[in-house]
Structures are given as structure tokens and as C-alpha cells.
């Protein structure tokens, strides 16, 4: 079984910065593909972005290209979104997701969740 905890969401201003971490309680943490995904009020849960179980390849939603880096530690089990130049419409309930070896962008193919976690970018 797998277990995702989230941290690092809060209230920030427009153009400001912001680091989500998951940490995950899991054995071979290392076999996980691992993406974060964001739900605003009213809306589907969407793709922000990827990273493969080893690390060396990373997806991105074309809305965050340039703004959000995704990296992963498998010595630590943790996954982290970096974001920066936040918007606004950013502002969303963001998931940290793993699914087993195939990376995929969909929100349908990975299995295990956290809680989420609250962005509010202010204007």
C-alpha cells in the first residue's frame, strides 16, 4: 500500500513562488512514476506535471512549462513541485499521485493519492 502526504501549499501573491513536497510511505518508492495533479472549485482534476520512477524524465502540463519543476528523491521517498511566476488561476487543491512504472498524465491511471493540499494565488 502506498501512502502520499503533501505539504508546502499556502496563500501566496501573484508572481511569487511556492515548493509542494510529498513525502511517501511505500517499499520500492523507486518503481513509482509520480505526478502532481490541481482541482479548482467546479473543475476536473488536471495534469500539472510527471516524473518518471528514475527521475531522468519529466512531463509538464503545457500551462506550467517554464514555471513548475518537478524533481523526486528516491533515497528520501519524496517528490517536490516547485513553482514560480504563480497566477491567479493556479490557484487550485494540489495532488501529489503515484502509479507503478509507466508514466502517464492521465488522473484515471494512478492509483494512489494524498489529501491534497490548498494553493491560493491572490492577484
Known amino acids: 500500500q502506498v501512502q502520499l502526504v503533501e505539504s508546502g501549499g499556502g496563500l501566496v501573491q501573484a508572481e511569487g513562488s511556492l515548493r509542494l513536497s510529498c513525502a511517501a510511505s511505500?517499499?520500492?518508492?523507486?518503481?513509482?512514476?509520480m505526478g502532481w495533479f490541481c482541482q479548482a472549485p467546479g473543475k476536473e482534476r488536471e495534469f500539472v506535471a510527471a516524473?518518471?520512477?528514475?527521475?531522468?524524465?519529466?512531463y509538464y502540463a503545457d500551462s506550467v512549462k517554464g514555471r513548475c519543476t518537478i524533481s523526486r528523491d528516491n533515497a528520501k521517498n519524496t517528490v517536490s513541485l516547485q513553482m514560480s511566476s504563480l497566477k491567479p488561476e493556479d490557484t487550485a487543491v494540489y495532488y501529489c499521485a503515484g502509479r507503478y512504472a509507466v508514466t502517464s498524465t492521465m488522473a484515471r491511471e494512478y492509483a494512489y493519492w494524498g489529501q491534497g493540499t490548498q494553493v491560493t494565488v491572490s492577484s
Open positions: 516524473v518518471s520512477s528514475g527521475g531522468g524524465r519529466t
Open positions: 511505500v517499499r520500492s518508492f523507486s518503481s513509482y512514476v
